[in-house]
């Protein structure tokens, strides 16, 4: 399947630059992205990274595609905007991508509660079983959180936890994160040269 359009996710764990990453890459490789990031997020977003994502739509849309340094592909929506094309079935995503995904989001999306657009398009996601990732970043997981993912992984989810690997002997920060934004493009289909493969 060709991917033309991509909602992206940016739930209230730590880790948002995975998600800032896989949003640069997506429209660096001429994917129409919708950026959606919680109230949570969007805290966590400016505390890891100084970007703020808070305040007026047109205003962090500006902010978000200076940080990211691309010039177009890109759509900011508010996670209260129930009306967004992202929250129906007969106008969904080619693919969803929650990322950083909280263990809260996670629970939510798991017993199909939608209380906001994030959780909606999951759930629009699951329902229309169309590709679904979402990339858990928490440790030590609970029972509670295992339960829920495999609910999920029965649901036809990715899960995708944030877990760098060190065979190619990553030698930065960034290296990590393109390990783990990697393996989310390898499960859409998308090339890259973010990481060395095994025995290459």
Request: hydrophobic share 45%.
């Amino acid at each position: 399947m060709t991917l033309q359009r991509v909602f992206v996710a940016l739930t209230g764990a730590s880790g948002s630059v995975y998600g800032l990453r896989l949003v640069e890459q997506l429209c660096l490789n001429g994917v129409e992205v919708t950026f959606c990031a919680s109230c949570s997020g969007t805290q966590v977003c400016r505390e890891e990274t100084g970007l703020d994502l808070s305040g007026d739509l047109a205003k962090a849309t500006q902010r978000l595609y200076a940080h990211l340094e691309v010039e177009t592909g890109l759509e900011m929506v508010h996670p209260d905007d129930l009306f967004c094309p992202a929250a129906s079935g007969s106008a969904a995503a080619d693919a969803m991508i929650v990322v950083p995904c909280s263990m809260g989001s996670l629970a939510r999306i798991a017993c199909g509660i939608s209380g906001n657009l994030i959780e909606r398009a999951a759930d629009v996601m699951i329902k229309e079983r169309r590709p679904l990732l979402l990339v858990p970043r928490e440790t030590p997981l609970s029972t509670i959180h295992l339960e829920n993912m495999l609910r999920l992984s029965r649901s036809g989810v990715q899960i995708i936890p944030a877990m760098p690997a060190f065979y190619q002997r990553p030698d930065s920060v960034i290296a990590m994160v393109d390990f783990v934004v990697g393996k989310v493009l390898d499960q859409l289909g998308i090339a890259h040269a973010l990481y060395k493969r095994w025995g290459q």
